[in-house]
């Protein structure tokens, strides 16, 4: 089945400054990524999303990026604010979720630092 | 969030008890999954539906059961409680391609 990797499972970023989280992803018939952020004792929170016939999407200061041919996929988040600490999972799926569920990175803790 | 709900929200049973989560949803959603996160693992499927009465297993299904009788229900039945099964428990919902998270159960098998 499939199998996703997710790093670094920690990250401390200053205020202000961009956060790079990246992910790969082992079954090369997978076609949908979705990031989730998940706040201490909430739900997770679908952030964005991106199909395999999209190499980039953004969404205000988030983006992430598709490499299909290595496999991996990274979310961007510039301009940190105190609000975005929280922990971001990445995910992927073969039928883009719908028939089969969504194969998760095991979290990144991101750290805002004032 | 109000479209998803899970009950119970919290709850405390015994080994070798059944236990039945109940979620609930009124986005007339054709998907329904449930999972579990622990610490170190994510969040890892268990069972997932794609309409009435059709259901299938997930990464980690041993020791879970579920049932789906209505559009809007998805049941998931731990036959007889193990401390493995301590966890937090999410329900989804979803159509072709985003899912969409209850609040969780926490469930703590003493």
């Known amino acids: 089945g499939e199998n996703v990797e997710q790093h670094p499972s920690t990250l401390s970023v200053q205020e202000g400054d961009s956060a790079v989280i990246k992910c790969t992803y082992s079954?090369?018939?997978?076609?949908?990524f979705p990031w989730y952020k998940q706040e201490l004792g909430k739900r997770p929170q679908l952030i964005i999303d991106?199909?395999?016939?999209?190499g980039e999407k953004k969404d205000q200061r988030i983006a992430v990026t598709l490499n299909k041919t290595a496999k991996h996929f990274s979310l961007h988040i510039t301009e940190t604010q105190p609000e975005d600490s929280a922990v971001y999972f990445c995910?992927?799926?073969?039928?883009?979720?719908?028939?089969?569920?969504?194969?998760f990175g095991k979290g990144t803790h991101l750290i805002i630092q004032p | 969030d109000a479209g998803i709900t899970q009950s119970p929200r919290h709850k405390v049973t015994e080994t070798g008890t059944p236990v039945t989560l109940r979620c609930h949803q009124t986005?007339?959603?054709?998907?329904m999954y449930w999972y579990r996160q622990d610490p170190g693992h994510g969040l890892r499927l268990i069972h997932y539906?794609?309409?009435?009465?059709?259901?299938d297993k997930g990464e980690v299904s041993d020791g879970y059961s579920v049932s789906r009788s209505k559009t809007e229900d998805f049941l998931l039945t731990l036959e007889s409680a193990t401390s493995s099964q301590t966890s937090v428990y999410f329900c989804?919902?979803?159509?072709?391609?985003?899912?969409?998270f209850g609040p969780g159960t926490r469930l703590t098998v003493t």
């Open positions: 995910a992927a799926s073969i039928t883009g979720g719908g028939a089969d569920g969504l194969t």
């Open positions: 079954d090369s018939a997978s076609n949908y």
């Open positions: 991106i199909r395999s016939n999209v």
């Open positions: 986005e007339n959603h054709r998907y």
């Open positions: 539906s794609y309409g009435v009465k059709d259901t």
């Open positions: 989804a919902t979803g159509s072709r391609y985003e899912q969409y």
